[in-house]
């Protein structure tokens, strides 16, 4: 038999292999009545172990898919002549993938006229200036480098630059061999979702929570659970016992805003180091505080290795760039490298450089304290704004980030609609809830707000969200 059977992806060698093999009668390369080559002979074919190759025989065999004749071999069962095959089949009949549940369809869309958009900022606030300086001395860099391919960990200066940069921003003592640079924070999330979660695992989420980090683990076959949050974070007593990886938004909940109390981290990481849980810190926006010194990451107080740290550049300079960075835990670093060796190899080996050459030139310190005073005087102008409204929505208290989030006072009906007819782009922030809300309401991103606009819209949004439902 000449077959190509892709063994490509992750997970154990006998279920791609068995994959492979049913694919291959699925689509009718391999036909009813045809012999299979013995285990040891394919064995050999694929580079495999014999026993890997009698594992899958024996699981199609179990399932009907395959027969074996006693002194004659394995065969494919005649049952499945009436078999349809792909080719076959038309568009109508073929829907999503099996292991893809759809994309998020949150954040996004049309322009409109006020911009409340969550975890969006506002590029024309960049220094451009030393940031082309920069990306032109990463070009002379690279005339001069013989190395084939960046390193698949990152650029070592710019490793360095983040090692510092979350010393003294976030209180987290790590060294540049501890961190990954990823394509943004989400493929940080895939990574460790490749090494750490198998199909069937429980992966339990924050509810309400982020989208496209429940869309990663879904996509990994895992089993879902939502853990809800109140006034001090994440419920610690309702994570599942079985869990294998928590993934959390500690520094400012997403969306709700508030932070994981000090008495919920310890007894958490207690939990984690009892019932060896992986804990995914997604630190999306936490530089910015708005009273008192910007709280120190949950990994700072990690002394066991349970804790995997997110962090992008996404809200701090530009979302553009796709760099993001993953502090590995020492039990998963080999992994984590492994996996990214063999998914896209390395981080655009330019933008690295240059961001390197702007952290250690000290523009991004600069940048980040200038875009921190702004945020303040942007958050307190559309606090006092909503503040004119209060017979309609609650603000609910936030400390940190780029984004807050209100409660309706009464019900409002077609949110989406009234948003879309008044031009306001906002996200109802029952759309990141996977049951049903406890509270409706609204999430309002003012990272790319325009000073000048917060009043006008604020005050479009209160007509808008006040008006009663037309008939």
């Not at 429940?214 to 599942?240: C, I």
């Not at 981290?265 to 009892?274: D, G, K, T």
């Not at 704004?385 to 017979?391: E, M, N, T, W």
Request: net charge positive; charged share 25%.
């Amino acid at each position: 038999m000449r077959l190509y059977l892709p063994l490509e992806g992750t997970g154990p060698l006998r279920t791609r292999l068995y994959e492979a093999l049913r694919a291959a009668l699925m689509d009718g390369r391999l036909a009813p009545g045809e012999a299979l080559p013995p285990s040891r002979g394919l064995a050999a074919e694929l580079g495999l172990g014999r026993q890997t190759v009698v594992d899958a025989y024996e699981r199609l065999i179990a399932e009907g898919f395959f027969e074996a004749r006693r002194g004659s071999g394995t065969f494919v069962s005649a049952s499945l002549a009436g078999l349809d095959h792909a080719a076959d089949a038309t568009p109508a009949a073929i829907g999503p993938g099996r292991h893809w549940p759809p994309l998020p369809a949150w954040g996004g869309g049309e322009r409109r006229r006020f911009n409340f958009a969550g975890g969006v900022t506002d590029r024309r606030l960049l220094p451009w200036p030393p940031w082309r300086a920069a990306v032109q001395r990463a070009l002379r860099d690279q005339a001069h480098d013989r190395a084939p391919y960046a390193d698949p960990q990152g650029h070592g200066p710019l490793r360095g630059g983040i090692a510092d940069y979350l010393g003294y921003s976030r209180g987290l003592s790590c060294r540049p061999a501890d961190i990954l640079v990823t394509q943004g924070a989400q493929q940080g999330l895939d990574l460790l979702a490749r090494v750490r979660v198998a199909p069937g695992d429980v992966v339990a989420l924050e509810e309400p929570g982020y989208p496209p980090a429940r869309a990663v683990f879904a996509a990994r076959g895992a089993r879902l659970v939502e853990v809800p949050v109140d006034e001090r974070g994440v419920r610690v007593d309702r994570v599942p016992p079985d869990a294998r990886l928590l993934y959390l938004t500690p520094s400012h909940q997403f969306p709700l805003g508030m932070p994981l109390s000090l008495e919920r981290r310890l007894a958490l990481l207690e939990f984690a180091r009892q019932r060896d849980l992986l804990i995914v810190e997604d630190d999306y926006d936490g530089e910015f505080r708005f009273q008192g010194r910007a709280l120190d990451a949950l990994k700072s107080l990690d002394r066991h290795g349970q804790v995997a740290y997110l962090g992008t550049f996404s809200k701090v300079w530009n979302a553009d760039l796709r760099l993001g960075y993953l502090v590995m835990p020492a039990g998963l670093r080999g992994a984590l490298l492994q996996a990214r060796a063999l998914s896209d190899g390395a981080s655009t080996g330019l933008t690295q450089i240059a961001l390197a050459h702007f952290i250690h030139d000290g523009h991004f310190a600069r940048h980040l304290r200038r875009m921190q005073r702004l945020y303040e005087q942007r958050r307190q102008r559309l606090l006092a704004a909503l503040a004119r409204h209060q017979d309609l929505w609650t603000v609910l208290p936030q400390v940190a980030g780029i984004h807050l989030a209100l409660t309706f006072n009464r019900a409002v009906p077609d949110v989406r609609g009234r948003l879309a007819a008044a031009s306001i782009s906002a996200e109802p922030i029952e759309a990141f809830y996977q049951n049903t809300p406890a509270r409706t309401g609204l999430l309002l991103g003012f990272g790319a707000l325009d000073d000048e606009d917060i009043d006008a819209a604020v005050a479009v949004l209160a007509r808008a969200c006040g008006e009663p439902a037309r008939e």
